[in-house]
């Protein structure tokens, strides 16, 4: 009765368990409807804002990077100014020497106006007119982007003074693929949908530098001829952008369509190539795309850790009912003897005489001489006994009755009785049980044979309820102690009154 009881209980638990789970995990897929839906809500609200956002930060980068190469060949022209050097050739050696992968080409155009650079470079300067531009640096200039027959790419260039022979002064220069603005401005997430392009204020001319189409970089256009293609709701709109951007206004955004598709489109003045403009295009499908990319990670995300906390949640329950389990087992029981404490058998003794209508025996136990044996077998040893002893009680009266262990080397036992004599019987293979128990020291040379004294009363013959009926034991234990251990009484009223007369 009392398995099925456990097991109706550990049903009942699980059970609750398993509702309370459903009921989490229905309440999280709702939160995560409700987050899809207000993810798509969100998408669809702000892609226009934000795509404008994305496409003023990549101008300013593109402006950022264009300043930080027209640094860079300011602060190698300083260098050369601040050392001596014998001849324009040492200056070239210097120069080549200083060749890096953040420009393609270096070199410098002394006080005559001689170029020392390579054959190739000095054809790029006559075709493309670069000694005009040379000619203004003050202290730097920057040539308009031209497409290289050397790299077969667009490249622009930049000039810087600088003094040598302490008098003389020459223009030096380096130069750098428009395509490495790529990695600083394009992302990876919207490398294959941005748009950047170098336009002339003035002209209207635009150069590509990142697009969709790899083939079209470099390639030159005009913004007037490309604002065909726009749907014609927008011309007006587009012709208006430009005529702000001729007229010199800085951070100019515009909004068009493309057929089905709706470019956000902004500009920013390049500080350093005056009349230039950095312009980024970018589909808002775009960013679109890519935030959907990023819920369905966050989705899978989620899955997964939720995966990871329904196991780990599992676990934590079936741990919780162990721990339970050895903590109900820790608070009922002796750790050492594995017998019922005293408060449980406090308990369970109640519970037992108050709720059975048959006679009962509670007896108390005593190992004889249990000092001496920590003494001189030591304290292992004296855990060993206390096992073996309590082992040898449960062996005779568990199958009746209750075995406690009060404290010590002291024991209770509360079993039904039939009679004095079946418990007599039972306490004759208890002694004897016992006396099989022996101890021997390290030294092999002395033993030590275990006996116990006992004293017994019964329910309801000596007393009704559990504290007096312990009393009664102890009373017969008592003088089971007095007359020389070794043996067990029963309670009898002339024991009373012999302890009263001392």
């Given at each position: ?30 939160a995560i409807a409700m987050l ?13 804002q934000l795509s404008g956002e ?17 640094s860079t060949t300011k602060s ?427």
């Open positions: 009765m009392k398995k099925r009881k456990d097991f109706f209980n550990n049903v009942t638990g699980s059970r609750s368990f398993y509702v309370t789970l459903v009921i989490c995990l229905l309440v999280f897929f709702g899809i839906t207000a993810f798509n809500r969100l998408i669809s609200r702000h892609d226009q994305i496409c003023t930060l990549i101008s300013e980068k593109m402006n950022n990077s264009i300043q930080s190469m027209t190698i022209a300083e260098v050369l100014s601040a050392q001596d050097f014998s001849s324009p050739d040492e200056i070239y050696d210097r120069l080549k020497a200083m060749r890096n992968t953040e420009y393609i080409s270096i070199g410098f155009i002394d006080s005559e106006n001689h170029l020392y650079a390579t054959d190739e470079e000095a054809a790029e300067f006559a075709k493309w007119q670069l000694y005009d531009t040379a000619a203004k640096a003050d202290p730097v200039s920057i040539s308009a982007p031209y497409r290289s027959s050397v790299y077969g790419q667009p490249i622009i260039t930049m000039y810087s003074n600088f003094k040598y022979d302490r008098v003389k002064q020459g223009s030096m220069f380096t130069t750098y693929m428009l395509s490495d603005l790529q990695k600083i401005a394009a992302t990876e997430s919207l490398v294959n949908d941005i748009e950047i392009y170098l336009m002339n204020a003035q002209s209207a001319n635009i150069i590509q530098c990142v697009g969709t189409d790899e083939h079209a970089t470099g390639s030159w256009a005009n913004a007037y001829l490309s604002m065909q293609n726009i749907n014609k709701d927008d011309w007006d709109t587009y012709n208006e952008w430009l005529q702000q951007v001729h007229s010199g206004e800085d951070n100019i955004g515009i909004s068009y369509s493309i057929g089905d598709t709706f470019y956000s489109q902004y500009c920013s003045e390049i500080q350093s190539m005056p009349g230039w403009y950095v312009v980024v295009r970018i589909p808002s499908n775009a960013l679109s795309a890519t935030m959907s990319t990023f819920r369905n990670y966050v989705l899978i995300f989620l899955a997964i850790l939720l995966i990871v906390v329904v196991v780990l949640i599992i676990n934590m329950y079936r741990l919780s009912k162990q721990e339970n389990r050895m903590l109900e087992q820790l608070s009922i029981h002796d750790p050492l003897t594995q017998a019922l404490n005293r408060r449980a058998f406090d308990f369970a003794s109640e519970q037992r005489i108050n709720n059975s209508n048959k006679d009962a025996a509670l007896l108390f136990f005593d190992i004889d001489y249990f000092k001496q044996v920590n003494d001189h077998f030591g304290h292992d040893a004296g855990d060993q006994l206390l096992v073996a002893f309590c082992n040898v009680l449960r062996k005779n009266f568990e199958e009746h009755g209750i075995v406690s262990r009060f404290g010590g080397d002291e024991f209770v036992v509360l079993v039904d009785m039939e009679s004095r004599e079946s418990i007599d019987k039972i306490l004759e293979q208890v002694a004897e049980d016992a006396h099989n128990i022996t101890l021997t020291d390290k030294s092999n040379e002395g033993s030590f044979m275990i006996s116990f004294s006992s004293g017994a009363s019964r329910f309801p013959h000596d007393a009704n309820n559990m504290p007096d009926l312990k009393k009664c034991a102890d009373m017969a234990l008592y003088f089971v102690k007095e007359r020389g251990r070794n043996g067990y009484l029963w309670y009898d009223p002339a024991l009373k009154a012999r302890l009263n007369s001392k």
